[in-house]
């Protein structure tokens, strides 16, 4: 029986997902409700940046598996992989999802297999059930749904879609079993299984967990920065301990998913989830700080050197070696600092794009021989093959050049 998936969100990971699948002869029908996506997706080009995709994507589309349009079509199986922003920072919003979801009722028929991959708040899944079953009770029980989070690293998408574990938990026993194979056509990796409600929270604690570790770091490089130790070396030498593994500070935390998942679980569980709530203040404080460093650092150098500081800001993007700006610490870092300018000269570097719409962006390597301050926001490979320097006034939030 032809098994054709219905894919529901385009972006970063419902396309690289959608590809996957087309590639391997399944027929796919991926929805998103931006029409240039539709477009570019159809004449077998991407409108997003990732390894790879782009030849799976063509080769899906000149087959014939891989078709897009801005509405959804009767299929077997259907994926929910849309965003869930927050509608401020205390409420995540599942509208998304509810919007992909409430245009696929009408299309199901029994036996049909439907999965969320969209990070969740816990509950989600079932909230949709009720959702589906409201509208189409003569379904009641006999339609297969699940939860699958994605766990991929943007930028080894491609690789980790077939090769990661993954996590499946359905709302009752057979619907688990339908989804687990349903991506054993797709994933070598190993298929858990579990109920809904523990794989969305497995999804929120994975993001989570990491986030509590990074401030820990953070915290340790703010009393350091007191006591006058290398927080670098200190992780380094604590490290070697065989139980005791230290991730590494920075200038915050960023990106889509990191910053932004642990709130699912603080907003719904407030006095539960200390130490998680904790964790996101200290790494946002952690950005703070280091634009209250920057302003001291160029005050300082003002009343020292009796004219205004030339200051190098040092990358953008959210992560190293990437081009991508979404929840940037740096990038908020940048704008405090030019915020407070007051007729200093600044260069503002991210080696990874071409040109930003808001920060005129100078050459690393330029900006690096010129300024007088040099802050490093970001720990990218080009800033490392840099020469350290006595001669400049360096905060290294990043640890570029840490030994
Ligand atoms: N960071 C630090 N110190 C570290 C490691 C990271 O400050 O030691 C910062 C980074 O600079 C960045 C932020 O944390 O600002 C997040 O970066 P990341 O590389 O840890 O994670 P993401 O956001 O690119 O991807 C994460 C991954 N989750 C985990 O590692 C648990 C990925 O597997 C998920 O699929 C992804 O979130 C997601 O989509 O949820």
């Avoid at 782009?54 to 009767?74: F, Q, R, S, Y």
């Avoid at 929910?80 to 979801?101: C, G, H, R």
């Avoid at 840099?386 to 840490?402: E, H, I, M, Y």
Wanted: glycine residues 6%.
């Amino acid at each position: 029986m032809e098994n054709k998936v219905i894919m529901m969100g385009l972006g970063y990971i419902g396309l690289p997902t959608a590809a996957l699948i087309a590639q391997k002869g399944t027929l796919v029908h991926g929805v998103d409700i931006n029409p240039k996506v539709v477009e570019t997706i159809n004449r077998g080009e991407i409108h997003i940046v990732e390894p790879e995709l782009e030849n799976i994507v063509a080769e899906a589309v000149n087959k014939g598996n891989l078709t897009a349009d801005t509405k959804p079509v009767k299929g077997d199986s259907y994926l929910i992989v849309v965003p869930t922003p927050f509608k401020d920072k205390n409420e995540p919003d599942i509208s998304f999802v509810e919007a992909a979801t409430k245009a696929i009722i009408p299309l199901l028929k029994e036996g049909d297999l439907y999965i969320i991959e969209s990070t969740s708040p816990i509950g989600t899944t079932e909230k949709m059930m009720n959702l589906i079953y409201g509208e189409r009770p003569e379904l009641k029980d006999k339609l297969y749904m699940a939860y699958c989070p994605e766990r991929v690293l943007p930028g080894n998408v491609m690789y980790e879609l077939v090769h990661n574990d993954r996590v499946i938990g359905g709302i009752d026993d057979k619907s688990t079993e339908k989804a687990v194979s349903f991506y054993s056509k797709y994933v070598k990796g190993t298929l858990h299984k579990t109920n809904a409600r523990t794989a969305e929270m497995c999804k929120l604690v994975e993001n989570s967990s990491r986030d509590v570790q990074i401030a820990f770091a953070n915290e340790l490089s703010l009393i350091c920065d007191k006591a006058n130790i290398n927080v670098w070396e200190l992780i380094e030498l604590a490290n070697k301990h065989p139980r005791v593994n230290i991730l590494q500070p920075g200038s915050g935390v960023g990106g889509h998913c990191i910053a932004v998942d642990p709130y699912f679980i603080v907003s719904d569980y407030p006095m539960e989830s200390k130490i998680i709530g904790t964790a996101r203040e200290i790494n946002n404080y952690k950005s703070f700080w280091c634009a209250e460093k920057v302003q001291t650092a160029k005050l300082k150098f003002e009343l020292e050197h009796g004219r205004k500081a030339r200051i190098a800001l040092m990358g953008l993007a959210f992560k190293p070696n990437i081009d991508d700006l979404r929840e940037s610490p740096a990038k908020y870092i940048a704008q405090k600092v030019l915020q407070n300018a007051n007729n200093e000269e600044y260069y503002i570097v991210e080696p990874n794009i071409n040109e930003h719409n808001v920060f005129k962006l100078s050459d690393y390597k330029e900006a690096y021989k010129n300024a007088d301050i040099v802050v490093f926001l970001v720990a990218h490979n080009e800033f490392k093959a840099l020469q350290p320097t006595n001669s400049k006034v360096v905060l290294d939030f990043a640890g570029v050049f840490k030994t």
